[in-house]
């Protein structure tokens, strides 16, 4: 999903802002930024690997199954991580490989390491991280970062609370267990299904206002209707705040970045406004 974001941002950029894009440039975005998830997903794994045994969806993964060992994923993460950084170095430009390092760290460090077994607002501030893979894309095809590259990215970041809430509604009993604080762990499912209300009706006009810095009718049309969708069904979570409907919710929620990204390839080459 994040080299989506990625591909398409770096296919709007190049259309709404130029130089027209080198396809051989998206190549290599496709390689840099599936190094980078793959990277960043193995530190991931390996870091967790003491919680991952005690949780339902995680208990099967390479670690804790005994498929893989640790430090050998330890060493496939660093040094995939490292040729992510480096291949764009070499392939891209300075500031795109710039938001790939940014984005390994913020998933890395500042969500996995300091945040995601301290603080319930882990997910908020990590969701950084899935920012910097549109702003990777945007500032590989003009080489910068302007006003509109930055707003789209931070759709991402508007995105991930309502997305990684539902999910974590779904599975609150597993991040009991494992004793990671999510929100519906510490507030309950009651409160956590009003933030994700909340989030998204920050996250639907927030989406439109983007009209307002550039995209156009088409974006704008897409944007109205899948947030709405989603704000439909973030209203009924909170009348019916259990995990089952929760994942309904979800269901709903996680396609929306995926279809938003495309809508703004769209808007890009089918461009017009009032």
Known sequence: MLVITAVTSMYAASKLIGPEMDYLDLFHIIIAGSLASAGSSALNHFY??????????????????????AKHVLLYGLAVSVASVVYAAFTLNLVS??????????????????L???????????????????????????GSMDILGFLVGFLVFVWTPSHFW???????????????????VVIGMQKTSKYILINTSILLPYSLLLYAFGLGIVYLAIAAVSGSLMLAYHYKLTKNPTSEFAWKAYKVTAPYLTIIFVGIALDAAFHFRF
Not at 116 to 142: D, E, H, Q, Y
């Open 116 to 142: 995601k077994r301290l603080n319930p607002w882990n997910i908020v501030i990590g969701g950084f991280a899935g920012s910097a893979a549109s702003m990777a894309g945007w500032s590989a095809a003009t």
């Open 48 to 69: 967790d690997k003491d919680i991952d045994t005690r949780m339902k969806r995680t208990s099967t993964r390479p670690i804790p199954s005994g498929r893989m060992k």
């Open 166 to 184: 539902c999910l974590a509604m779904k599975i609150r009993d597993d991040y009991a267990e494992a004793k990671v604080p999510m929100l519906p």
């Open 97 to 114: 490989t710039f938001f790939i390092a940014l984005g390994i760290f913020f998933y890395v460090v500042v969500y996995t390491i300091w």
